[in-house]
């Protein structure tokens, strides 16, 4: 079983730049695909980035040359650098652990172990 926190959230103002860590403990002997999702209030989770086993990296077009998607393995750490935000950021962001890899990596039914979650505000 694997447990991910998530932290790094909080408020920032449009144009500014947050970095989210997403900690895994429990069983981090095994590489896994980690990925990164956000719901904002009345909206459906949506993919934002994964890494996967390999460090291949997959992002959202709306995050793409924003946002970097990193790992820590030494950590057991994956890390999201959110830079250029902007009010549409505003979400709670979530990591999850990547299992069923037949399915695709921007579909959140092929993750489990979901964090708690940690809140962005972005301010115009």
């Known amino acids: 079983q694997v447990q991910l926190v998530e932290s790094g959230g909080g408020s920032v103002q449009a144009g500014g730049s947050l970095k989210l860590s997403c900690a895994a403990s429990?069983?981090?002997?095994?590489?896994?695909?980690l990925g990164w999702f956000r719901q904002a209030p009345g909206k459906e989770r949506e993919f934002v980035a994964a890494?996967?086993?390999?460090?291949?990296?997959y992002y959202a077009d709306s995050v793409k040359a924003r946002f970097t998607i990193s790992r820590d393995s030494a950590k057991n750490t994956v890390y999201l650098q959110m830079n250029t935000l902007n009010t549409e950021d505003t979400a709670v962001y979530y990591c999850?652990?990547?299992?069923?890899?037949?399915?695709?990596?921007?579909?959140?039914?092929?993750?489990?172990?979901w964090g708690q979650g940690t809140q962005v505000t972005v301010s115009s």
């Open positions: 999850a652990r990547r299992t069923l890899l037949f399915l695709s990596v921007t579909d959140p039914r092929s993750y489990n172990s």
């Open positions: 429990g069983r981090t002997s095994i590489r896994y695909g």
């Open positions: 890494i996967t086993r390999n460090d291949d990296t």
